[in-house]
């Protein structure tokens, strides 16, 4: 069976997003906004780290990227934190021209 890789962007919380990140072995998701900003998230249509976290670990997803950050967080290590209180796989903070290997299924 071949490597699984999905990209979610662009929404807020909703069925797609599992439908999409199931079993993926790679997941990019975008997660533009922390939890304290959640209210704020859903108003825009996006989702906040604990969110996509959230939605990688019940998915079971081995590999999870987050990406898609508002400027308004000087430090991307934030994502990092939030997301890792609820995403125990393989967790990854994208940078511009990052290159992030989808991992071999053994």
Known sequence: MGQRVAFVMDTRLCDAVHT???GADLLVVESTFLE?????????????ARQAATAAAECGVRRLVLTHFSQRYPDPSRFRDEAAEVFDGDLVVAADLMIVPVPRRA
Do not use: I, N, S
Not at 36 to 48: K, W
């Open 20 to 22: 999409l990140a199931d």
């Open 36 to 48: 304290e900003d959640a209210a704020q998230a859903r108003a825009y249509g996006h989702l906040t």
